[in-house]
């Protein structure tokens, strides 16, 4: 009888390493590894030999940053969201895409689960496995770390490197950097160890070497650099009038907002699970980008269309969030967030310098600005009449004179 064969989610670290090889042992199961190239560049050198000698039948190691920044970043920052006021959601954009791969790859290969490194305590457990059940509920999912099997093998990571070097597993685990690091074409995230302190500093000096896609914005460049983006419908499609494709948009905004030392978040966000977490972000170019996009949004979109769509930022951000990427609710929000980005053309340009984006002009050949009826000269089209005002103060104000009437009776 053939083995049962498990798709998992692998990025060559201690844990996933250890549960390549534990998964194999214990469900006597064909592991097939897979690794989505998101972005993280250099940290996937070696994977493919890894993964085999600790006992994957095979990996795929997909390309997927086209699909990443256009099918999943872009429609995201045309919603405009914002987690909680400041995160962009770089890890969170990424997981059901890779889901996403995983059921690709579990159907082509006849798999019937699929794996994943992903605590029992993070979002993460949750974003994957709802991307499958959304996709392919009949494939069984296996979390190693919520079975009480395997927390009592690995109960730290002093078992996890000792299991590693018994079975000739090549691992590279140190203190040198007691955190966790995510990176993708949109961000690199960093949490525990000595961040699980709120009041540890991060932009210290004695901190400067954590950071890996900008500089401390103290040591950025003392000269202020222009760039210009050029969007059609709500897209970003071009830089300095050069057209570019997504992906091109996200490299070349993060080599800029990296110099400049853009993007850093410090903040303690609320983990869908229901606990606190800390978590210190750079996300460059994402940075730029959705402040040109808002700029670009604010010439260009009606008022009550801009309301509306606004009033949903909070609830989309917490969709992505919390893994509901394929769930009916975002995909019809989705489908209003399109709507009103029909006429988000036009150009911005902004001025980068020391971690400040700062905007620096913008224009369209859509625009919904009138400098002769906004001008506060005499106004040629006669568009707006001041004295009108009068009786639209007076019907606004109504309201507020029978309410402070009724509230001035009732202290008599």
């Avoid at 091109?248 to 903040?267: A, F, S, T, Y």
């Avoid at 002769?372 to 103060?393: C, L, R, S, V």
């Avoid at 606004?396 to 009776?409: E, F, I």
Wanted: charged share 25%.
């Amino acid at each position: 009888m053939a083995k049962q064969k498990i798709v998992l989610a692998y990025s060559g670290g201690l844990d996933t390493s250890i549960i390549l090889k534990w998964l194999k042992e214990t469900y006597d199961a064909e592991i097939i590894a897979f690794t989505a190239d998101i972005g993280q560049k250099e940290e996937l050198d070696g994977l493919e030999a890894k993964a085999l000698a600790t006992g994957a039948s095979k990996i795929y190691i997909d390309d997927l940053r086209d699909e990443f920044a256009k099918d999943f970043i872009f429609p995201m920052f045309q919603a405009g969201a914002l987690y909680e006021g400041q995160y962009l959601l770089g890890t969170s954009i990424a997981r059901p895409l890779i889901a996403k791969r995983m059921v690709e790859i579990a159907r082509k290969e006849g798999a019937t689960a699929i794996a994943h490194g992903a605590t029992g305590k993070g979002n993460d457990q949750v974003r994957f496995e709802l991307t499958v059940a959304a996709l392919a509920p009949e494939l069984d999912v296996i979390a190693p770390w919520r079975l009480d099997e395997f927390r009592d093998t690995f109960p730290g990571r002093a078992e996890m490197i000792a299991y590693a070097e018994k079975h000739g597993i090549p691992v590279t685990a140190s203190a040198a950097k007691p955190y966790s690091t995510d990176r993708n074409l949109l961000h690199i995230s960093f949490e525990s160890g000595m961040l699980e302190d709120p009041w540890f500093d991060p932009s210290a000096t004695s901190n400067k070497d954590m950071f890996v896609l900008s500089v401390d914005p103290e040591d950025a460049p003392d000269q202020a650099e222009y760039v210009e983006l050029n969007f059609e419908k709500g897209n970003c499609v071009g830089l300095n009038g050069d057209l570019m494709n997504p992906l091109q948009v996200m490299e070349r905004l993060n080599e800029l907002g990296g110099k400049h030392g853009i993007g850093r978040v410090d903040m303690v966000e609320n983990r869908f699970v229901g606990m606190k977490s800390r978590g210190v972000y750079e996300t460059p170019g994402g940075t730029i980008l959705f402040t040109a996009h808002r700029k670009m949004e604010s010439l260009t979109m009606d008022r009550e269309v801009m309301n509306l769509r606004d009033s949903l930022i909070s609830r989309y951000a917490t969709l992505v969030y919390n893994g509901f990427w394929f769930a009916p609710e975002r995909l019809a929000l989705q489908a209003l967030v399109d709507e009103s980005q029909k006429n988000v053309t036009g150009t911005v340009r902004l001025k980068l310098y020391k971690g400040n984006v700062i905007g620096a002009g913008v224009q369209s050949p859509v625009s919904l600005y009138n400098p002769d009826i906004a001008t506060m000269e005499a106004d040629p089209t006669q568009a707006y009449n001041q004295g009108d005002a009068t009786g639209f103060i007076r019907l606004n104000a109504l309201r507020l004179k029978v309410s402070s009437g009724v509230q001035q009776n009732a202290n008599k």
